[in-house]
């Protein structure tokens, strides 16, 4: 009797605490999600303050922070070396195709890869694009972006073969022998180019945010394996007051069997 006592007990002990490593769990993964939350809310505002401040020159976020020198609207001028341009595939608003990068001369001797905008497939050839390789001083303005080396998710880029998918500056100026570069590239803004080609301004600024949503399921979910809990504690007792009712009527119809 006493063994069939204690393996219920135990299986509901065992219940009861996995239960309880659920709610902590889920609160603790509902608290992470708003701090995300917090975090992003963050981010999106400092994003919104940079692009939309008036632009330094390139030289005044050399000695940031990468997270901080990001997004940041600046200025330079220089010599394009079309030359020496490369091409990695996008796809945006305006569809498939490629983003322009072309190295700047800039006249402290430095140079910088400038994301001049995007061509589509029947632009991919210089020639097709004659009027938009400047020549001579130019000015820039845009979005200071970081490095994205290696490619994308699903693909890597291919340098031997010349093939890009993400704008990776030092694997880029190896390919093209540039030499050191900056540790950013510019992505241009939306004033239009000679002839149209390349089409600046389309720096995606979009940033996901479902974080609220992420926490509210925790928190559900939290909020579940609490009433789980609960349910099993009211199941316990209510077991329990049985079996001790029941333990009392056998101990009491012994009672009189034995007066009787």
């Keep these: 009797m006493t063994a069939a006592r204690q393996r219920p007990m135990w299986q509901v002990g065992l219940a009861l605490s996995f239960g309880l490593a659920l709610v902590l769990i889920f609160t603790a993964l509902g608290v992470w999600q708003v701090e995300r939350l917090g975090w992003k809310r963050d981010l999106i505002a400092r994003v919104e303050a940079r692009v939309n401040a008036a632009p330094v020159p390139l030289a005044a976020i050399r000695d940031m922070a990468p997270a901080d020198q990001e997004y940041r609207r600046v200025s330079v001028a220089g010599v394009f070396d079309h030359d020496a341009e490369t091409l990695v595939q996008a796809l945006t608003e305006l569809g498939g195709g490629y983003w322009v990068l072309t190295p700047l001369r800039m006249a402290d001797g430095r140079t910088v890869l400038i994301n001049r905008g995007f061509v589509p497939q029947n632009r991919r050839r210089p020639d097709t694009r004659a ?59 939306a004033t239009p180019q000679p002839g149209g080609f390349p089409v600046g301004g389309l720096t995606v600024l979009r940033f996901r945010n479902a974080h609220l949503s992420y926490a509210l399921t925790w928190f559900a979910l939290a909020a579940l394996a609490a009433g789980g809990v609960w349910l099993l504690i009211q199941t316990a007792r209510r077991t329990a007051r049985s079996a001790d009712a029941k333990s009392g009527l056998r101990a009491d119809g012994r009672g009189r069997g034995r007066d009787g």
Excluded: C, H, M
């Design 131 to 189: 009027e938009g390789q400047v020549k001579g001083t130019v000015a820039v303005t845009g979005l200071a972006r970081l490095s994205e080396p290696g490619g994308t998710f699903l693909r890597a880029n291919a340098p031997a073969a010349d093939r890009w998918y993400s704008r990776d500056l030092a694997a880029i100026a190896a390919k093209r022998g540039l030499g050191p570069v900056e540790p950013v590239f510019i992505d241009t803004d």
